[in-house]
């Protein structure tokens, strides 16, 4: 008899048969619900761009860090100049009483005071093109055309000793404001050496250099173990030492075998040419061997907080005297060779001024403003020793220049002290210069002045 489903009679295929139908079932619903489904990569975020060098480079240059708002202090403190520059000329200032109908002439004369005021500033303290050309033409020497430059490194010398003297004291968590009395008493020892001591020429300029630094080591140690041992400030320490060391320098003076015996007025016996810096590029330009004693003493500072165990005392001390103390460092011993080692610097500086051809005698001012102004030139290089190399050559373009502003602009020698001044206030007021210009925050800025622990 004849199986009329041929395939029903095999129990083995049916099973199968089945098993594949469930399969493809599935396989069929599989695919349904991925027709159905929404294509994710469709809607994936395209990856953003990657920006340009040069747009990083726009976007970190007008960001609030060190290097902009140096620059824009800079620029403000410029501006400020310029608007007191118009206020004081009563010539220019005179056209604005009818700017409304003519306002050319104000606009004009105010441009030509101001153009002429900075160009002289360059001119006296970088290049004057006058001086290139005549040079060129055979109307004068190449010492006209380095003058600038010599009278801008006279300057900046002594005011990088006491700008570092500073600095250091503040990164040991000390206000060293004794720069001025410790380059006081530097160039007094300095002088005395000079022109006391009968030495042959090369060992008298070294005990003569020697003496200075001597001095003002001295003149730190005594603030430095008053703070160590006593707990005594340092500021109002200091600030009685610079009394005390000036008039000290005015006694001296008109004493027997220090004044000058053909002179009646307060002035010293000068100094020997033997124990004198010598000049860098002859006699006719100023510039002398302070300035690389300068940069020497610059690198020997950064040396010794970066990479000297006595400069990881320091720091220590300076960020955290107790968390030193506890780790086993003497902050006591640490104190007193701050002081002494800022003394060194600041004695050095003086020691400049009547070694160098700054001076070559003991007056009552040859010390200048120099201590005073080491405060500004170490704020301005934020505490750090190359940047207050920087500092000190820019404000010793400024005396400079200021010099020929005043000669041939007739604008006051004291609104380059106004200028200087203007840019250390916008420099340790990094937040006003970044809400004037709206700079951006910067990733990795230290804008805040690095104050002394103890002030």
Same mark, same amino acid.
């Given at each position: 008899?004849?199986?009329?489903?041929?395939?029903?009679?095999?129990?083995?295929?049916?099973?199968?048969?089945?098993?594949?139908?469930?399969?493809?079932?599935?396989?069929?619903?599989?695919?349904?619900?991925?027709?159905?489904?929404?294509? !994710?990569?469709?809607?994936?975020?395209?990856?953003?761009?990657?920006?340009?060098?040069?747009?990083?480079? *726009?976007?970190?240059?007008?960001?609030?860090?060190?290097?902009?708002?140096?620059?824009?202090?800079?620029?403000?403190?410029?501006?400020?100049?310029?608007?007191?520059?118009?206020?004081?000329?009563?010539?220019?200032?005179?056209?604005?009483?009818?700017?409304?109908? !003519?306002?050319?002439?104000?606009?004009?004369?105010?441009?030509?005071?101001?153009?002429?005021?900075?160009?002289?500033?360059?001119?006296?303290?970088?290049?004057?093109?006058?001086?290139?050309?005549?040079?060129?033409?055979?109307?004068?020497?190449?010492?006209?055309?380095?003058?600038?430059?010599?009278?801008?490194?006279?300057?900046?010398?002594?005011?990088?000793?006491?700008?570092?003297?500073?600095?250091?004291?503040?990164?040991?968590?000390?206000?060293?404001?004794?720069?001025?009395?410790?380059?006081?008493?530097?160039?007094?020892?300095?002088?005395?050496?000079?022109?006391?001591?009968?030495?042959?020429?090369?060992?008298?300029?070294?005990?003569?250099?020697?003496?200075?630094?001597?001095?003002?080591?001295?003149?730190?140690?005594?603030?430095?173990?008053?703070?160590?041992?006593?707990?005594?400030?340092?500021?109002?320490?200091?600030?009685?030492?610079?009394?005390?060391?000036?008039?000290?320098?005015?006694?001296?003076?008109?004493?027997?075998?220090?004044?000058?015996?053909?002179?009646?007025?307060?002035?010293?016996?000068?100094?020997?040419?033997?124990?004198?810096?010598?000049?860098?590029?002859?006699?006719?330009? !100023?510039?002398?061997?302070?300035? *690389?004693?300068?940069?020497?003493?610059?690198?020997?500072?950064?040396?010794?907080?970066? =990479?000297?165990?006595?400069?990881?005392?320091? =720091?220590?001390?300076?960020?955290?005297?107790?968390?030193?103390?506890?780790?086993?460092?003497?902050?006591?011993?640490?104190?007193?060779?701050?002081?002494?080692?800022?003394?060194?610097?600041?004695?050095?500086?003086?020691?400049?001024?009547?070694?160098?051809?700054?001076?070559?005698?003991?007056?009552?001012?040859?010390?200048?403003?120099?201590?005073?102004?080491?405060?500004?030139?170490?704020?301005?290089?934020?505490?750090?020793?190359?940047?207050?190399?920087?500092?000190?050559?820019?404000?010793?373009?400024?005396?400079?220049?200021?010099?020929?502003?005043?000669?041939?602009?007739?604008?006051?020698?004291? *609104?380059?002290?106004?200028?200087?001044?203007?840019?250390?206030?916008?420099?340790?007021?990094?937040?006003?210069?970044?809400?004037?210009?709206? *700079?951006?925050?910067?990733?990795?800025?230290?804008?805040?002045?690095?104050?002394?622990?103890?002030?």
């Amino acid at each position: 008899m004849t199986n009329p489903n041929p395939q029903s009679g095999s129990p083995d295929k049916e099973p199968a048969s089945e098993a594949q139908a469930a399969q493809n079932a599935l396989g069929n619903t599989e695919r349904a619900e991925v027709a159905t489904e929404p294509d !994710r990569s469709a809607t994936k975020p395209a990856p953003e761009p990657k920006p340009s060098l040069g747009r990083l480079f *726009l976007d970190n240059l007008w960001a609030a860090n060190t290097f902009t708002v140096t620059l824009l202090s800079l620029v403000l403190a410029i501006v400020v100049g310029a608007v007191l520059m118009i206020i004081s000329d009563p010539d220019v200032l005179a056209t604005y009483s009818y700017i409304t109908s !003519r306002p050319s002439d104000a606009i004009n004369s105010s441009w030509t005071l101001v153009s002429e005021a900075y160009a002289n500033l360059f001119k006296g303290s970088i290049f004057d093109p006058e001086a290139f050309s005549g040079w060129l033409d055979g109307a004068n020497g190449w010492q006209a055309v380095l003058a600038p430059i010599s009278e801008t490194l006279t300057y900046a010398a002594p005011l990088v000793f006491t700008g570092l003297s500073v600095a250091l004291a503040f990164r040991g968590g000390l206000f060293n404001i004794g720069a001025q009395g410790q380059a006081t008493i530097g160039v007094i020892m300095a002088a005395l050496a000079g022109f006391l001591l009968p030495l042959p020429p090369g060992l008298h300029l070294l005990v003569a250099v020697l003496a200075g630094a001597l001095g003002g080591a001295i003149w730190g140690f005594i603030p430095g173990i008053l703070k160590a041992r006593a707990g005594a400030h340092e500021v109002i320490n200091t600030i009685m030492l610079n009394y005390v060391a000036t008039y000290f320098l005015t006694w001296l003076i008109v004493q027997n075998g220090v004044q000058d015996p053909n002179r009646t007025d307060a002035i010293s016996r000068a100094v020997d040419p033997s124990a004198q810096l010598p000049r860098l590029l002859g006699d006719n330009l !100023r510039v002398h061997a302070g300035i *690389l004693l300068a940069v020497l003493a610059t690198w020997a500072v950064a040396w010794l907080l970066n =990479r000297s165990t006595l400069g990881f005392e320091l =720091r220590a001390v300076g960020a955290n005297p107790d968390a030193a103390r506890t780790a086993g460092i003497s902050v006591t011993r640490t104190y007193i060779l701050i002081m002494v080692f800022a003394g060194i610097l600041a004695g050095l500086g003086g020691s400049n001024m009547v070694l160098g051809s700054t001076a070559s005698a003991l007056t009552p001012l040859v010390v200048a403003q120099i201590g005073f102004d080491g405060i500004l030139v170490a704020l301005l290089g934020r505490v750090k020793p190359w940047g207050v190399l920087l500092a000190a050559l820019l404000f010793g373009a400024l005396q400079a220049g200021g010099n020929r502003m005043q000669s041939y602009s007739g604008i006051s020698l004291e *609104l380059v002290t106004v200028l200087q001044a203007l840019i250390v206030i916008f420099i340790a007021a990094p937040a006003l210069v970044k809400a004037i210009f709206q *700079l951006r925050a910067a990733r990795a800025a230290r804008l805040q002045t690095s104050l002394a622990k103890g002030w």
